[in-house]
């Protein structure tokens, strides 16, 4: 249909590959590998005079995590079953990347990278909310893509919304600031037992080695779309670990939002877990909308056509 395939009423269904229907989100502008069929019937009396009406548009680049997410505030988790504080979050994150550090040797750039993370360390200082103030800059949530921009920013919008995150164990904040580092060092997230190979990363998982759990804990990288966000981050965010190792956390309703493509004056109410719930199961709203323009010009053609048969059964009267 959408994708630059369109199945006729005389065509053969066997020459038909289903795969060319999928429409994959991110070569249309998406932040996010979201694959999906999406139908659209059009009775044969109104088929556009022209296929290239029923086509998205494809775009040149695709557009990152880094992009939607790199100008939003800074934000560090909580910490769960002990006293939460800025200074002993800091504490955490140190004592973890010294322990991570300890097994590695120092001339391998993972030993380096960890230490970067630590050196001259600044924590967030907040760990956001259902309201965090906006920053003054004009690059506050900037995506350095003016159309991006016009879609998601708000410029009357005094708060962020939606923008808190999860409080996390000592022993999951080790994971992540590993998963982390590694996904800046390598491009991608390291992935099962064979990522994971260090002491204490290994969850408590009696089939963590068969790789059935392979993609239990996974980055979102900065240079690439996000894989697909889904409901189930409502439970725990292991599958959708933010990129800077200095936040150390996982991702924000707000920030999961973004790489949905909400616009930032969209409030999520409920608690949190159903926020999480209403962005993992929607569409996102900027490809409802392409998809929007070009059942549009559907309809506009059926106009147009509509309106030239009246015309001429006008004047041969």
């Known amino acids: 249909m959408v994708t630059g395939t369109h199945f006729a009423p005389d065509d053969d269904v066997e020459n038909i590959d289903p795969k060319t ?31 290239k009406q029923v086509k ?40 973890q990347v010294s322990y991570l550090r300890d097994q590695i040797d120092k001339t391998d750039k ?35 893509c003016a159309q991006l921009d016009h879609w998601y920013r708000d410029q009357h919008l005094d708060y962020w919304l939606n923008h808190e995150v999860r409080g996390h164990m000592p022993t999951d904040l080790r994971r992540y600031v590993f998963a982390a580092v590694y996904a800046d060092l390598y491009g991608f997230s390291p992935k099962g037992h064979k990522g994971f190979n260090l002491k204490g990363l290994a969850p408590d998982h009696a089939n963590w080695e068969t790789g059935k759990f392979s993609d239990r804990f996974r980055v979102q990288a ?20 933010h990129y800077d190792p200095s936040q150390c956390r996982s991702l924000s309703v707000r920030e999961a939002a973004r790489i949905q493509t909400f616009p930032d004056n969209y409030f999520f109410q409920g608690n949190r877990t159903e926020q999480f719930h209403q962005v993992g199961n929607a569409v996102p709203p900027l490809l409802a909308s392409k998809i929007a323009q070009v059942v549009f010009r559907v309809l506009f053609d059926k106009t147009q056509v509509f309106d030239e048969n009246r015309e001429e059964l006008e004047g041969a009267m």
């Open 21 to 51: 229907f999928i429409i994959r989100a991110e070569n249309y502008g998406i932040p996010q590998a979201r694959h999906r069929v999406i139908l659209l019937g059009i009775s044969e009396d109104c088929l556009p005079s022209d296929v």
């Open 110 to 144: 993972m030993w380096q990278a960890l230490g970067d993370v630590t050196k001259d360390f600044k924590a967030p200082l907040s760990k956001g909310g259902r309201r965090f103030k906006r920053a003054d800059g004009k690059n506050d949530g900037a995506t350095g």
């Open 222 to 241: 900065e240079k690439l779309p996000a894989t697909t966000i889904t409901s189930h981050i409502s439970k725990d965010g292991h599958y959708f670990i």
């Open 56 to 95: 998205l548009t494809k775009e040149v680049a695709a557009i990152t995590v880094g992009q939607v997410l790199g100008n939003l505030p800074r934000l560090r988790s909580g910490l769960t079953k002990m006293v939460d504080s800025q200074d002993s979050w800091t504490s955490v994150v140190v004592d």
